[in-house]
T-cell receptor, first 114, second 115 residues
């Protein structure tokens, strides 16, 4: 049982490049989330999904896009990378049926934009 | 709007000391959920506990205990007889009963436990 799998673990992008951060879970969780963690700032919600085909913005969605075509996968797309997007990105999932369970997090992707 | 405040940025203790991590939250909802997560130096995030707003009973799990007080909007976390392995960043978090149970996190408290 792998839990939440994120790839890649590390990536360096040049300004203006694009990339997709992959996230997959095998727990049949209905809810999935993308957060970014900047030093000393806690985690900020980028996008979330309550099920396949349904996504919505979080606190800091600008510069990102998501899709959720299946229950398992929730990729995060960065278009036109900027230095401000240098951060650690965490994908998380949870099961919620009336009451939310705690999140299961992936191991994170450390992204540097130069 | 919801908000989570962890006023203690860093705490340093000597092994076997007790330590309390403070968490104060703000929400307009009457139904909400509070969480604590641990982030050890390796970087992964680990769920520790969830508390529902309608259940103010305190909880103990081994050396960990949580004190939830709605009157002061606080959800504090105490580690008894701390150990070096407790060294980590601890995040308090709040989820409201709407919008996909989005969770907002406090800035975290970094705990150093010295041998």
């Amino acid at each position: 049982n792998a839990g939440v799998t994120q790839t890649p673990k590390f990536r360096i992008l040049k300004i203006g490049q694009s990339m997709t951060l992959q996230c997959a879970q095998d727990m049949n969780h209905n809810y999935m989330y993308w957060y970014r963690q900047d030093p000393g700032m806690g985690l900020k919600l980028i996008y979330y999904s309550v099920g396949a085909g349904i996504t919505d913005k979080g606190e800091v969605p600008n510069g990102y896009n998501v899709s959720r075509s299946t229950t398992e996968d929730f990729p995060l797309r960065l278009e036109l990378a900027a230095p401000s997007q240098t951060s650690v990105y965490f994908c998380a999932s949870s099961f919620a049926q009336g009451v939310p369970d705690g999140y299961t997090f992936g191991s994170g992707t450390r992204l540097t934009v130069v | 709007a919801q908000k989570v405040t962890q006023a203690q940025t860093e705490i340093s203790v000597v092994e076997k000391e007790d330590v309390t991590l403070d968490c104060v939250y703000e929400t307009r909802d009457t139904t909400y959920y509070l969480f604590w997560y641990k982030q050890p130096p390796s970087g992964e995030l680990v769920f520790l506990i969830r508390r529902n707003s309608f259940d103010e009973q305190n909880e103990i799990s081994g050396r960990y205990s949580w004190n939830f007080q709605k009157s002061t909007s606080s959800f504090n976390f105490t580690i008894t007889a701390s150990q070096v392995v407790d060294s980590a960043v601890y995040f308090c978090a709040l989820s409201e009963n709407t919008g996909g149970f989005k969770t907002i996190f406090g800035a975290g408290t970094r705990l150093f436990v010295k041998a």
